[in-house]
């Protein structure tokens, strides 16, 4: 069973950075490698919604529109390791975040395209 245990998160100013992770284990039929992985939020009172996909190679990204140019996806399928570097922080990017993991050879961005999923991590950003 792929488990995802999330970290970072927390606390920043407009305009700041945060970075969370997400690290998997329970690896014991494919490696890390085998599987697509993408972030996702979901803020208080709305549905959880797409931000941000990476391939299994890590060379193909797909991000949201709202994201793209201050978020960064990447992966390490060494540390079995993905990352989301959080740049020029909004107010609106306030929410809960999670990662997914899915075995699959496409950049999946709906949420029921994944069958795994981390805890969530909180991301405050004060105005």
């Known amino acids: 069973q792929v488990q995802l245990i999330q970290s970072g998160g927390g606390l920043a100013q407009t305009g700041g950075s945060l970075r969370l992770s997400c690290t998997a284990s329970?690896?014991?039929?494919?490696?890390?490698?085998?599987?697509?992985m993408a972030w996702f939020r979901q803020a208080p009172g709305k549905g959880r919604e797409f931000v941000a996909t990476?391939?299994?190679?890590?060379?193909?990204?797909h991000y949201a529109r709202s994201v793209e140019g201050r978020f960064t996806i990447s992966r390490d399928n060494v540390k079995n390791t993905l990352y989301l570097q959080m740049d020029a922080l909004k107010p609106e990017d306030t929410a809960v975040y999670y990662c997914?993991?899915?075995?699959?050879?496409?950049?999946?961005?709906?949420?029921?395209?994944?069958?795994?999923w981390g805890q969530g991590t909180q991301v405050t950003v004060s105005s």
């Open positions: 997914a993991a899915e075995n699959t050879l496409v950049i999946p961005t709906d949420e029921e395209e994944f069958n795994h």
């Open positions: 329970g690896l014991t039929v494919n490696n890390f490698d085998a599987y697509a």
């Open positions: 990476i391939n299994r190679g890590g060379f193909i990204t």
